[in-house]
């Protein structure tokens, strides 16, 4: 069964640091990836995805991830922080590339202090 | 494009009462995801849709849940009776017809409270 873990409810960062949100996963296949954002009373919002290719994916908003096979992780980054990137991400993973539902994470709040 | 479309945005209503959630997914999304948020549970995957046939319902909670997709572009997420704890944000999600990964598409929720 596919699986994926997000080890921090929580991370804060200072305005202009960088930033890291960590996933890790476990599929039996070959996984495809994602990140997604909820900013508070709004639906989620794909940011971006790895399916194949180069191990660092760049996405919406200045976010970056990176795949490591031999970690199975998945972790976002973004250089520098901003304050309206205070929201509630979440990693997702399919095994495989059919039409199945993505298995979500928990979910890792992050606050971005001025 | 106008994105996945839910309705009502807000529901509030008493126990017992039935609850109606609408979505209409984006044209051409050939399946459609119903998930539940709540603090203690998280994001939770009640029932999806693959080209309106219901694949997989393990997710709903219970037979006071149900789900339906009439055509391409509407679905309905029905509980009758309402209780308190079905108190969530419901989110509805379409995926589109491309190859290789395909992400989700969310729409806005519906927060429903049950009083």
């Known amino acids: 069964a596919q699986s994926v873990a997000q080890p921090e409810d929580q991370v804060n960062v200072a305005e202009g640091n960088p930033l890291t949100v960590k996933c890790t996963y476990s599929?039996?296949?070959?996984?495809?990836l994602f990140w997604y954002v909820q900013y508070p009373n709004r639906g989620l919002q794909f940011l971006l995805k790895y399916i194949t290719g180069d191990n660092l994916v760049k996405g919406s908003y200045g976010f970056e991830a990176e795949f490591n096979k031999s970690q199975t992780s998945f972790h976002l980054k973004k250089p520098s922080a901003l304050v309206s990137d205070s929201a509630l991400y979440f990693c997702a993973v399919r095994d495989g590339p059919g039409n199945t539902p993505l298995v979500f994470g928990k979910g890792t709040r992050l606050s971005v202090i001025a | 494009d106008a994105g996945v479309i839910q309705s009502p945005r807000h529901e509030v209503t008493e126990m017992g009462q039935e609850v109606t959630l609408r979505c209409k997914p984006i044209s051409g999304h050939n399946s459609l995801f119903w998930y539940r948020q709540t603090m203690m549970r998280g994001l939770e995957l009640l029932i999806y849709?693959?080209?309106?046939?219901?694949?997989?319902d393990s997710g709903m909670p219970e037979d006071r849940f149900s789900a339906k997709m009439p055509n391409a572009s509407f679905s309905t997420l029905k509980i009758q009776p309402s209780e308190p704890r079905d108190s969530a944000v419901y989110f509805c999600?379409?995926?589109?017809?491309?190859?290789?990964?395909?992400?989700?598409?969310f729409g806005p929720g519906t927060r429903l409270t049950v009083t």
């Open positions: 599929v039996s296949g070959n996984p495809y």
């Open positions: 849709f693959n080209n309106n046939v219901p694949i997989d």
């Open positions: 999600a379409s995926s589109p017809r491309v190859a290789g990964g395909r992400e989700q598409y």
